[in-house]
């Protein structure tokens, strides 16, 4: 990555702690640790024709000294060319997802997830794994509604998709394939026995769990 790309992205730092102090202001629970990735990770799909599916964001469950970690991953790309409306709604979203996480590791449990073949069923597979925004933003707030808006159904975002392609894959910058459905979780028992997660997502959780 040469430097005027770094320098680009180390002068979004300030909005991307702003919204994730905005995320927290609105929920009342802590924003994960979260990194640029100048790596760009597109997914492959033999079945969708060869297309590519580009991967924006993840949240991903490290191993840390014997204990789990939960990290909000954002691609360099995603950085550099989405609009800060659809910045601040990826990074909420991925929130959802390192909540879902949480509610799961902290009740101690291990699922077995089907591979999805297709991108259809990667994005189905997406829309399950977070918490419903509802549960967790004011229901009238725009982020709520944006992310409501934007994530039913799927995410997609083809401007975001062309810019990608043109200013980041053509341009041969750092771009990594992973085969359609290996963006999933792997965490040891032995791990999530010993880890303990942010006691007011737990607690905010076991609220939620407990008025359905």
């Given at each position: 990555?040469?430097?005027?790309?770094?320098?680009?992205?180390?002068?979004?730092?300030?909005?991307?702690?702003?919204?994730?102090?905005?995320?927290?202001?609105?929920?009342?629970?802590?924003?994960?640790?979260?990194?640029?990735?100048?790596?760009?990770?597109?997914?492959?799909?033999?079945?969708?024709?060869?297309?590519?599916?580009?991967?924006?964001?993840?949240?991903?469950?490290?191993?840390?000294?014997?204990?789990?970690?939960?990290?909000?991953?954002?691609?360099?790309?995603?950085?550099?060319?989405?609009?800060?409306?659809?910045?601040?709604?990826?990074?909420?979203?991925?929130?959802?997802?390192?909540?879902?996480?949480?509610?799961?590791?902290?009740?101690?449990?291990?699922?077995?997830?089907?591979?999805?073949?297709?991108?259809?069923?990667?994005?189905?597979?997406?829309?399950?794994r977070v918490v419903d925004p509802s549960q967790i933003f004011p229901r009238r707030?725009?982020?709520?509604?944006?992310?409501?808006?934007?994530?039913?159904?799927?995410?997609?975002?083809?401007?975001?998709?062309?810019?990608?392609?043109?200013?980041?894959?053509?341009?041969?910058?750092?771009?990594?394939?992973?085969?359609?459905?290996?963006?999933?979780?792997?965490?040891?028992?032995?791990?999530?026995?010993?880890?303990?997660?942010?006691?007011?997502?737990?607690?905010?959780?076991?609220?939620?769990?407990?008025?359905?």
């Amino acid at each position: 990555m040469n430097e005027q790309v770094k320098k680009r992205i180390v002068a979004k730092k300030s909005f991307l702690q702003s919204t994730a102090s905005e995320i927290e202001k609105l929920s009342g629970i802590s924003y994960p640790a979260f990194y640029v990735e100048p790596t760009l990770f597109v997914s492959t799909s033999p079945d969708d024709g060869g297309e590519i599916g580009i991967l924006y964001a993840r949240t991903i469950p490290i191993e840390v000294n014997g204990k789990i970690s939960i990290l909000v991953q954002l691609s360099a790309p995603l950085v550099l060319y989405a609009t800060k409306s659809t910045l601040r709604t990826v990074m909420a979203h991925e929130f959802l997802h390192y909540l879902e996480l949480v509610r799961r590791f902290s009740r101690r449990e291990l699922l077995s997830e089907i591979s999805p073949e297709t991108f259809f069923e990667e994005e189905h597979e997406d829309a399950t794994r977070v918490v419903d925004p509802s549960q967790i933003f004011p229901r009238r707030s725009r982020l709520a509604k944006d992310l409501q808006r934007n994530f039913d159904g799927g995410y997609s975002n083809e401007k975001l998709n062309e810019k990608c392609r043109k200013l980041w894959i053509e341009r041969g910058l750092p771009t990594q394939k992973l085969p359609m459905g290996s963006n999933q979780v792997r965490v040891s028992v032995d791990s999530l026995a010993r880890s303990s997660f942010d006691h007011e997502a737990v607690k905010l959780l076991k609220k939620i769990d407990s008025s359905m």
